[in-house]
């Protein structure tokens, strides 16, 4: 059985940081193309970050230079860091594991307020 756990959310100032992590089990992120998608209020759900197997990473261009998408395959775990936060990152944050079969965890929750 698959899972993927993300943990990490909370409230946050505009310009501070957050860590997101989604911890697998029932695959190996090293062999899976791992992303972090994001979906606010009344919007669709958008991909923000991208590693593939090989380790080539992708951005959106909203987040580009802002956040950095990483993986620890001794942990199976991916990492979304997200700094210079904006109230537009706002959103319900969700680990997303693709590889034969496409995979989503239950979502955690970024709110960037004053």
């Known amino acids: 059985q698959v899972q993927l756990v993300e943990s990490g959310g909370g409230l946050v100032q505009p310009g501070g940081s957050l860590r997101l992590s989604c911890a697998a089990s029932?695959?190996?992120?090293?062999?899976?193309?791992m992303g972090w998608y994001r979906q606010a209020p009344g919007k669709q759900r958008d991909l923000v970050a991208r590693?593939?197997?090989?380790?080539?990473?992708y951005y959106a261009t909203s987040v580009k230079g802002r956040f950095t998408i990483s993986r620890d395959s001794a942990k199976n775990t991916v990492y979304l860091q997200m700094d210079s936060l904006r109230p537009e990152d706002t959103a319900v944050y969700y680990c997303?594991?693709?590889?034969?079969?496409?995979?989503w965890g239950q979502g955690t929750q970024v709110t960037v307020s004053s």
């Open positions: 997303n594991a693709v590889y034969t079969k496409n995979y």
């Open positions: 029932g695959i190996s992120v090293g062999s899976y193309t």
């Open positions: 590693i593939f197997s090989g380790g080539t990473t």
